[in-house]
Nanobody, 128 residues
Framework: EVQLVESGGGSVQAGGSLRLSCTAS????????MGWFRQAPGNECELVSH???????YYADSVKGRFTISQDNAKTTAYLQMNSLKPEDTAVYYC??????????????????????WGQGTQVTVSS
C-alpha cells in the first residue's frame, strides 16, 4: 500500500519557521519526483517546491529564498524547511510523489491529486 504521511504543520507567528516532513512507503522513493503543493481557501493549488529524482530543486517565486526542499532516501522522507513565514503562506500543504515528471493540473489540488501519490495534507497557519 502506498502511503505519504505529512507532519510538522502548525501555527506560527510571521517571521517564524516550520519544517514539514513527508514519509513515504510502498513505492520507489528514490526514483520519484517529490513535491510540496499548497492550497488556501479560495486560491488555486500552488506547487510550492519540488525535487526531481536526480536531486534538482525548484521553487515557486513566492517562496524562493525562504523555503528549502530536501529528501533523505535512506529514510524515504522529504522535507520542506520554511523560514521567514508570512501570513500569505497560510494553507494546507500536501506532499506528492510521482514518476518523473510530477504532474501539475491548474485549479484545485484535487485535480493534481488524480496523478501520482498524495498525502492527506497538513495545515500551516501564519499569524501576523
Amino acid at each position: 500500500e502506498v502511503q505519504l504521511v505529512e507532519s510538522g504543520g502548525g501555527s506560527v507567528q510571521a517571521g517564524g519557521s516550520l519544517r514539514l516532513s513527508c514519509t513515504a512507503s510502498g513505492f520507489t522513493f528514490d526514483g520519484s519526483d517529490m513535491g510540496w503543493f499548497r492550497q488556501a481557501p479560495g486560491n488555486e493549488c500552488e506547487l510550492v517546491s519540488h525535487i526531481t529524482a536526480s536531486g534538482t530543486a525548484y521553487y515557486a517565486d513566492s517562496v524562493k529564498g525562504r523555503f528549502t526542499i530536501s529528501q533523505d532516501n535512506a529514510k524515504t522522507t522529504a522535507y520542506l524547511q520554511m523560514n521567514s513565514l508570512k501570513p500569505e503562506d497560510t494553507a494546507v500543504y500536501y506532499c506528492a510523489a510521482d514518476r518523473p515528471p510530477l504532474t501539475v493540473v491548474p485549479g484545485d489540488c484535487s485535480l493534481s491529486a488524480d496523478f501520482g501519490y498524495w498525502g492527506q495534507g497538513t495545515q500551516v497557519t501564519v499569524s501576523s
